[in-house]
């Protein structure tokens, strides 16, 4: 890995990685829709030693707008090798129950959008005839809870499109890397009971940086214990699921009391 490029790079955990990056010198292209907030980051990731750093501010909802951003990635960020995907939203599971616009807009930031801006980028790649593309979901997409069915569907349906882009992109020699992390304490989180309990960004960010730079494995659970509680749950019939939520709350999804 030599040159990466982050999708939602203001994201909690994609700035625990970017900082990874620097330290070992390596040129970034920074993209978020806060242009001040980018300007602050790429001082900070210089700072710490990152060779190059651009930023590209714009609003990733907007599929329009997806070709701008590749066009500027050719140009100004030639011969990129790697893409992290790290942006996302989590709106509140109480607002979208009663909202078809607003279960629509997180089903569009969390998988619509990122799927069209995958779909974009994997012709980069799949013409480089290499590199490495890893994209956040989450655990909330293995199993679907109550709490927070509709970002867990988002994160679900991204992940099976993964596998499937993974399929697509073997023979090119692309590799394509699924990470799902578990309740991680970053800002998307900061309001949930029990965030403080929650695994630090920089340990996240540590499995992260590690599968980037190994181009490997295909899917990642971070911290690794998601692995096995998640083949767990799994395997727990829906009713048993359901009861065992509903008997052993507070869900993690749960915001603190005011
Ligand atoms: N925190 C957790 O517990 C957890 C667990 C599992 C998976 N994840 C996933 O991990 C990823 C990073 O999460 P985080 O906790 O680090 O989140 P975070 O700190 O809340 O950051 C979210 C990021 O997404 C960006 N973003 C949101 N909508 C965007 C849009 N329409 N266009 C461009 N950028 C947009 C934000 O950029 P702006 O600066 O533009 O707002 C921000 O950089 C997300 O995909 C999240 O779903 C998080």
């Known amino acids: 890995m030599k040159k990466l490029i982050v999708l939602g790079a203001t994201s909690g955990i994609a700035q625990a ?6 330290q070992e010198g390596k040129e970034l292209l920074l993209v978020a ?21 651009l930023t590209f501010a714009i609003d990733l909802d907007n599929i329009e707008q997806h070709a701008r951003l590749i066009d500027f990635a050719q140009k100004n960020f030639a011969g990129f090798d790697t ?5 996302g939203s989590m709106l509140d599971q109480t607002q979208c129950d009663h909202s078809g616009e607003l279960t629509a807009q997180q089903l569009h ?29 989450s655990v909330a997409g293995d199993r679907i809870r109550r709490s927070n069915y509709v970002y867990g569907t988002a994160k679900g349906a991204l992940t099976l499109f993964l596998a499937g882009l ?23 989180t900061a309001h949930l009971e029990n965030s403080g309990r929650f695994a630090d960004p920089e340990m996240v960010a540590q499995d992260i940086y590690r599968a980037l730079q ?6 990642v659970y971070t911290p690794g214990l998601w692995r096995y509680i998640m083949m767990a749950v799994r395997a727990i019939p829906e009713p048993v699921f359901n009861w065992l939520v509903s008997r ?5 999804a749960r915001s603190k009391k005011p």
């Open 248 to 252: 052993h709350g507070p869900s993690p």
């Open 109 to 137: 930031t969390d998988f619509v959008s990122a799927a069209a801006l995958l779909t974009a980028f994997s012709d980069y790649f799949e013409s480089r005839k290499g590199g490495c593309i890893a994209v956040i979901t």
């Open 214 to 219: 190994r181009q490997s494995p295909k899917i």
């Open 17 to 22: 990685v970017q900082r990874k990056a620097a």
């Open 33 to 53: 829709r806060s242009a001040g907030r980018l300007e602050v980051l790429r001082q900070d990731l210089l700072v710490r030693g990152a060779a190059n750093v």
């Open 83 to 87: 893409l992290l995907l790290a942006y």
């Open 166 to 188: 993974r399929s697509r992109l073997r023979g090119a020699g692309v590799k394509v890397i699924t990470i799902k992390p578990g309740p991680v304490n970053t800002a998307m």
